[in-house]
Nanobody, 123 residues
Framework: QVQLVESGGGLVQAGGSLRLSCAAS????????MGWFRQAPGKEREFVSS????????SYVDSVKGRFTISRDNAKSTVYLQMNTLKPDDTAVYYC????????????????WGQGTQVTVSS
C-alpha cells in the first residue's frame, strides 16, 4: 500500500508560481509511474501531468504545456509539480497518484491517491 502526501498548495496571484510536492511512503516508489491530476468545483478530475518511473518520459495536458514541469527524486520518494505563470483557470484541488506500468491519462488506471492540496489563483 502506497501512501501519498501532497503539499505546497496555497493562494497565489495570477502570473505567480507554486511548487507542489508529493511524498510517498513506499520504498518501491522508484518503480511507479506518478501523475498529477486536478479537480475544480463541479468538474471531473482532470489529468495534468505524468512522469515515468525513471523520469525519462513525461506527459502534460495541453493547457499547462510550457508552464508546468513535473519531476521526481527517487532517492527522496518525492514527485514535484513546478507551476509557473499560473492562471485563475488553474484553481483546483491537485492530487498526486501512482500506478505501475506506462504513463496513462485516465485517472481510473491509477492505483494510489493522495488527499489533495488546494491551489487557488486569484485574478
Amino acid at each position: 500500500q502506497v501512501q501519498l502526501v501532497e503539499s505546497g498548495g496555497g493562494l497565489v496571484q495570477a502570473g505567480g508560481s507554486l511548487r507542489l510536492s508529493c511524498a510517498a511512503s513506499e520504498r518501491t516508489f522508484s518503480t511507479y509511474t506518478m501523475g498529477w491530476f486536478r479537480q475544480a468545483p463541479g468538474k471531473e478530475r482532470e489529468f495534468v501531468s505524468s512522469i515515468s518511473w525513471s523520469g525519462s518520459t513525461t506527459s502534460y495536458v495541453d493547457s499547462v504545456k510550457g508552464r508546468f514541469t513535473i519531476s521526481r527524486d527517487n532517492a527522496k520518494s518525492t514527485v514535484y509539480l513546478q507551476m509557473n505563470t499560473l492562471k485563475p483557470d488553474d484553481t483546483a484541488v491537485y492530487y498526486c497518484a501512482a500506478k505501475s506500468g506506462a504513463i496513462v491519462v485516465d485517472p481510473q488506471r491509477y492505483d494510489y491517491w493522495g488527499q489533495g492540496t488546494q491551489v487557488t489563483v486569484s485574478s
